[in-house]
Structures are given as structure tokens and as C-alpha cells.
């Protein structure tokens, strides 16, 4: 029985799991650091909860407790590394609010997202409860709020919130980080993703 057949099933035996979090937020974000470290060392494929149990010195029956298996883990250790990015973003216009969601970029942590993209990428492909758990914590969340951006600068009356580039903006972004290290071999940072916005965006948005 191979360990990704071994942990679906603890998993499964976990359906009625007691809600989380009795762990502490230090404890939880130990542990959230630990997974992310793991994944960038081992990958998605290889990385298991025993190995996580091992490195956090904690068991896995207190993991299963907590989460219902490696990808909502994995998920939740990614959300809590990257808070949702449209948080307190209202700056009354589309220009200033992309410019402040831009300005968000850490160069330094460019640089260990890279590592772990490389890590999830094949993994999203070959693994449909990652993808799924990836969408639920992340990719909607964001989507939900790229999307009430959008909603304001229609309501303020910016012609550009209406025009067919605007649906195509996520996919725009998120395909100059993963293309950058590809065809550049460098990370997307803050000055690359600036003048990606600046050269890219905004003027297929008619800003």
C-alpha cells in the first residue's frame, strides 16, 4: 500500500474529524512553516503527514485532528504564508488599486514561492484533491476579490472595468510570475511585476 493510499485512507477515517483549532496560533504557524519547508525540500509527491509529524514533533492523529489530510495542509500552510492579497485595498480607482495589489511583492519571499511553485506545479496536474484544496483556501478567496475590485471601479464608472481585458487580468499576472523564472531564469520580482503592470496591464485596460 503506498503512503498516498495510506494517508487518503486516515484521512477518510477522519470525515467526523472535532472541529479545529485547539492549537495554538504560535503552534499553528510552527507547523505551517515546517510543511512549506518540507514541500520546497521534498516536493508535493514525496512529502507525507509522517514526515510532517517528524519534523513538528508532532503526531499525526493530532494532525488529522486539525486538517483532513496532506492538501488541505498544504493548502492552509500556503494561506497562511500569503494572507489574502485584496485585503484593505480601496484606493478609488482600477490604476491605484492594481498598483497596490502589485505593491504588495516581497522580494525576498519571490524568491522561496518560486521554490515552492516549482514544487506544486506537476503536483496540481497528477493530483485533484491538491487542486481542489488549492482552490477552496486560495485560488477563490482571491478570485472572489480580484472580482469586487472590478465590481467598484464599474461602479465608479471606469470605462476600462468594462473591457474584455479585464476578465483576463489573474491570468495576465499570474502568467508573468510563472513565465519570468522559465524564459528569464530570474524570479518575478517587485520591479519585474511594476513594469509588467505598467507596460502590460494598464494599457490593455486603456489606463
Request: some cysteine; proline content about 5%.
Amino acid at each position: 500500500m503506498t503512503a498516498g493510499h495510506t494517508e487518503s485512507t486516515a484521512a477518510a477515517r477522519q470525515g467526523g474529524r472535532t472541529p479545529r483549532s485547539r492549537l495554538k496560533p504560535e503552534r499553528e504557524a510552527e507547523l505551517y512553516a515546517a510543511v512549506l519547508d518540507l514541500l520546497r525540500e521534498l516536493g508535493y509527491e514525496s512529502l507525507t503527514m509522517d514526515a510532517i509529524a517528524a519534523r513538528t514533533r508532532c503526531s499525526k492523529a493530532t494532525l488529522y485532528r486539525q486538517w483532513s489530510g496532506k492538501p488541505e495542509l498544504v493548502a492552509m500552510a500556503l494561506r497562511h504564508e500569503k494572507p489574502a492579497s485584496f485585503d484593505g485595498i480601496d484606493t478609488g480607482s482600477l490604476r491605484g488599486d492594481l498598483e497596490a495589489l502589485v505593491g504588495q511583492i516581497n522580494d525576498r519571499q519571490v524568491e522561496k514561492d518560486t521554490a515552492l511553485m516549482r514544487a506544486l506545479f506537476h503536483a496540481v496536474h497528477t493530483h485533484p484533491e491538491l487542486l481542489q484544496a488549492l482552490r477552496d483556501v486560495l485560488i477563490d478567496p482571491e478570485l472572489s476579490g480580484f472580482n469586487a475590485l472590478l465590481a467598484r471601479a464599474a461602479a465608479r464608472g471606469e470605462a476600462a472595468a468594462d473591457t474584455p481585458a479585464a476578465a483576463y487580468i489573474p491570468q495576465m499576472l499570474l502568467g508573468a510570475l510563472i513565465t519570468r523564472p522559465l524564459l528569464d531564469n530570474q524570479p518575478a520580482d517587485a520591479a519585474f511585476v511594476h513594469e509588467y503592470l505598467r507596460a502590460v496591464v494598464l494599457p490593455a485596460l486603456g489606463l
